[in-house]
């Protein structure tokens, strides 16, 4: 069967509004209303589903600008676990199509289905099958696009939106690439396309017609043929498999926005370890333990920092966990005041395969042991019941 897709192996998966599509799961009366995920009085919107965005509410806009652009929109909070369960459901799903996925994000990842079509079609009919199974499994739905470039993959997935399918054929991707704005390619920012305007190139076919040394000459070498590559649509054809960053098999976190910016270390290394807390409790649910912690600082003025340190030995220790973060925080000897912090363990393994140093004269049983009995206790009592001694009686920040 020819249904204009052979020319077109690689797809690129995009879920539509994720984080508030999952949200929305447990909500379905709100559907057709502005819905915000985060975006709280001091933090930044997460997420925002199609009616929201139809009133300009984006992602990473603070939760004030948010509420003027939209005072009836509903809020819902984050739920970082659901969210998670959800991407690693999908990334199964899309390995189960083929091992050539390169994860890009949480909720999107590019396929190569050119080892597929035996078993499973073209890869139109492949795309079609994974957005079926996807929105029969887990209640939410993806926009795919297909070509024979990342570039234009990504593009097509773009212009499907929301929960739609685009092939652009080979033979048709100049017609598709060279009347758009510049900023419309993969991987150019708001700073590169100003610069390309002041230049005089503002549409991808403004790119494509400058001879290539003319173009590394202006732009430099690097970027002047990524640039040709991008406006003929000739980049890179072939993928690595690799799990995302944000991937949740590779790394659990979480982050605190402040009710008021902060310089108090004492608030700050509480607030490290309640994060810690739920990030370990995470780990040893999932049965995981990982070698790497990192933190994330944010400053009133919106500066970002992170920080992180990768230990001989995987821990989910949440005492470990803590007090790395705290030596990470520490060693930034910052006296600024601080809007959001974050702890997050990469490197993420099976605790089961893992093995720790032998420490002689070390306790039999220590802090890993209370963990669990406090899993225990929390799976039973809740949540609340068994936590830091350091966390009771404080606020929430």
């Avoid at 997935?157 to 598709?176: C, F, H, N, Q, T």
Wanted: hydrophobic letters at 40%.
């Amino acid at each position: 069967m020819n249904d204009g897709s052979l020319g077109c192996p690689l797809l690129h998966v995009d879920m539509d509004a994720f984080y508030a599509s999952v949200a929305l799961r447990e909500h379905p009366e709100l559907v057709d209303v502005p819905v915000v995920v985060g975006g709280g009085h001091r933090g930044v919107v997460l997420s925002a589903n199609y009616p929201a965005r139809r009133l300009g509410i984006r992602s990473g806009m603070s939760g004030t600008e948010a509420a003027r652009l939209c005072p009836q929109a509903v809020r819902l909070a984050p739920d970082f676990e659901a969210f998670e369960s959800v991407s690693r459901s999908v990334m199964e799903t899309f390995r189960q199509v083929t091992p050539l996925v390169e994860a890009y994000s949480l909720d999107e990842a590019f396929l190569d289905v050119s080892g597929s079509r035996r078993e499973r079609g073209t890869p139109l009919q492949i795309a079609e099958w994974l957005r079926a199974r996807i929105h029969d499994e887990q209640q939410i739905t993806c926009s795919v696009g297909l070509a024979a470039s990342v570039s234009v993959a990504k593009l097509a997935s773009r212009r499907a939106k929301p929960d739609g399918v685009l092939v652009i054929p080979p033979e048709r991707v100049i017609e598709y690439l060279h009347p758009l704005d510049v900023g419309e390619l993969f991987g150019v920012g708001a700073k590169t396309r100003a610069r390309l305007h002041r230049l005089g190139l503002e549409t991808v076919g403004d790119v494509a017609k400058i001879p290539l040394p003319t173009l590394r000459q202006m732009v430099g070498q690097a970027s002047g043929l990524h640039l040709h590559q991008l406006a003929w649509g000739t980049d890179r054809r072939t993928l690595v498999p690799r799990r995302s960053d944000d991937d949740p098999e590779r790394s659990m976190g979480a982050e605190e926005t402040f009710s008021r910016d902060t310089a108090d270390p004492a608030v700050i290394r509480r607030e490290l370890l309640r994060l810690a807390t739920r990030v370990t409790r995470r780990m040893r649910r999932a049965g995981l333990s990982g070698r790497t912690v990192a933190i994330r600082v944010r400053y009133s003025d919106f500066t970002t920092l992170t920080r992180s340190h990768t230990a001989p030995d995987p821990t989910d220790v949440t005492s470990e966990v803590h007090a790395e973060a705290v030596r990470l925080f520490e060693a930034l000897r910052t006296t600024r005041r601080i809007r959001l912090v974050g702890v997050r363990v990469e490197g993420l393994r099976p605790r089961a395969g893992t093995q720790r140093q032998l420490e002689l004269g070390a306790r039999e049983r220590g802090w890993a042991e209370a963990d669990r009995a406090v899993d225990a206790a929390a799976a039973r009592f809740g949540g609340g019941a068994v936590r830091p001694a350091t966390l009771f009686g404080g606020s929430r920040p």
